[in-house]
């Protein structure tokens, strides 16, 4: 470790935590009493709450107090209230919302089974759940860890294990999540992350930038804005959400990006295509429901038995999947 980096530190600080941390914390009444969650601070700028009984999703984020995530009417919700079959009065929304693990999109029946909207891994409560801030290594560093179960009796056996790793001094965020197939029978696989951009970041000035290929609207209502697809609006009343397609296209590193900029504000989430190959868009200048969507995924958000068309992806039994997503905040 770079000592002068560490002994600065200890020299200037009793607790390590006046700079960098990782405090865990239960929330206290509504429909989030109960809820355990860990904020993070970076130590320049970057903070953001991690919701250990929310799949370890990521609620409010903001970079040197100003806020760039986006908050439903729902607010925080306990797991204790998720309904896959209310899916949108538990959907906070926050900075990332993971949809999954065998569905997203619309309700649909498919194969005999009745699945809701996006999937139920986002109601999920982390196991094994535990976070440090690791001294030890060149750079200071939080890490944060817990494990998903999906599973039932005669069905599917699901595990996603999921770390997300922040070092002192830097803006960014590493999420890895591998998703293992404990089950002796294959299983369907459809993962998209529902990151969540809103104001003060997203305002009429905003800018929406890519490396992926854009391929189409989804339907006619984003056909109505797709020149306008990289570009935001002030609030308006009554506003239908527009989504776009794109593929993702690796650059010399292996990754392709997609951000937000507002001035001098901003962030570029990196995927591998090769994990994730689709790219969602999801705009809504709504009033009251004022986001951006930049959702990463290996499907489209149609629901199941629309994605065979376009080619289901599965999980062998005994076998895994790894997706790693890196986000550069500025």
């Known amino acids: 470790m770079d000592n002068t980096l560490r002994s600065n530190l200890y020299k200037y600080t009793g607790d390590i935590s006046q700079v960098f941390y990782a405090k865990k914390y239960k929330c206290c009444g509504g429909k989030a009493d109960g809820m355990m969650a860990v904020e993070i601070s970076s130590g320049a700028g970057l903070q953001f709450t991690v919701l250990a009984d929310r799949a370890m999703d990521i609620g409010q984020l903001s970079f040197k107090g100003v806020n760039y995530s986006y908050s439903t009417k729902a607010g925080y919700v306990s797991p204790v209230y998720f309904d896959y079959k209310e899916w949108g009065k538990s959907f906070g929304a926050g900075f990332l919302t993971t949809c999954g693990l065998t569905q997203v999109g619309p309700p649909c029946e498919c194969d005999g089974e009745c699945l809701g909207l996006h999937g139920e891994i986002s109601g999920v409560p982390a196991e094994d759940f ?6 030890d290594e060149d750079i200071p560093e939080i890490i944060v860890k817990g494990k998903m179960r999906i599973g039932q009796i005669f069905g599917q056996n699901l595990r996603m294990t999921r770390e997300i790793r922040v070092k002192y001094g830097i803006n960014n965020i590493h999420i890895k999540d591998i998703v293992e197939n404990r089950d002796g029978n294959q299983c369907p696989y459809m993962i998209m992350y529902h990151f969540n951009m809103g104001y003060p970041l997203l305002t009429e ?23 306008n697809r990289a570009t935001f609006e002030k609030p308006q ?16 590193q292996g990754l392709s990006y997609t951000g937000i900029i507002n001035g001098n504000m901003g962030l570029k989430i990196w ?3 090769k994990q994730l ?4 868009q999801w705009k809504n200048p709504g009033v009251g ?4 969507g930049i959702e990463p995924a290996n499907c489209f958000p149609e629901g199941r038995a629309k994605q065979k068309e376009y080619g289901l992806d599965f999980i062998e039994p005994c076998s895994k999947k790894v997706q790693e997503i890196y986000i550069d905040i500025f």
């Open 205 to 227: 000035n905003a800018q929406f930038s890519t490396s992926a290929k854009y391929i189409r609207p989804r339907d006619s209502e984003a056909k109505k804005g797709e020149d």
């Open 289 to 292: 429901d004022y986001v951006m």
């Open 237 to 252: 009343l009554n506003f239908k959400e527009q989504v776009y397609y794109y593929r993702n296209i690796a650059n010399d």
């Open 130 to 135: 535990c976070s440090e801030v690791n001294m």
């Open 271 to 273: 995927v591998n295509p």
């Open 277 to 280: 190959p689709n790219l969602i």
